[in-house]
């Protein structure tokens, strides 16, 4: 465990290392590749990058990568294709699994306040999808925090 615990915190912009590290750390247990909030900072296409890193990644393709887009990064036909451009590129670079949450902090804020309005949202965590609603607090919380990304200039 120490040994899982030493690699995980030694990945760049990566979650750290799913349920073992959350028990000591207290941080969400969604993935091992997923950028800690706040630790991507230089775009989606350096944030891809650095998950086909994990060398668990490429060896054992069961890692979980979450990326958040604001909605207005899929308005244009740019937009889409420029999304489309980086899963490819993802998938060229070895990666096997990636899940995507196109939504804006604000609603998720809204829905924390007024649960009532929101029973239909369904939000992707750690591999499935699931009612944001009855996620634990912390999960949401998480959810939250990710960086929205936008194609700039599209």
Do not use: W
């Not at 036909?77 to 939504?103: A, C, P, W």
């Not at 949401?140 to 200039?153: D, H, L, N, P």
């Amino acid at each position: 465990m120490v040994e899982l615990i030493r690699v995980g915190l030694g990945m760049p912009a990566m979650q750290n290392n799913g349920v073992v590290i959350q028990r000591l750390t207290n941080h969400s247990p969604d993935a091992t590749v997923s950028p800690e909030p706040g630790t991507d900072r230089n775009g989606p296409t350096s944030l891809i990058k650095s998950a086909t890193s994990a060398i668990d990644c490429i060896k054992y393709a069961h890692n979980h990568f979450n990326m958040k887009f604001h909605p207005s990064a899929f308005q244009s036909l740019e937009g889409k294709r420029k999304f489309l451009s980086l899963i490819k590129t993802y998938m060229d670079l070895g990666g096997h699994h990636t899940q995507f949450n196109v939504i804006d902090a604000n609603t998720l804020k809204d829905a924390q306040l007024h649960p009532e309005n929101y029973r239909d949202l369904v939000v992707r965590e750690a591999g499935f999808s699931a009612f944001s609603i009855i996620l634990e607090k912390f999960v949401q919380e998480e959810i939250i925090k990710r960086r929205e990304y936008r194609f700039e200039g599209v």
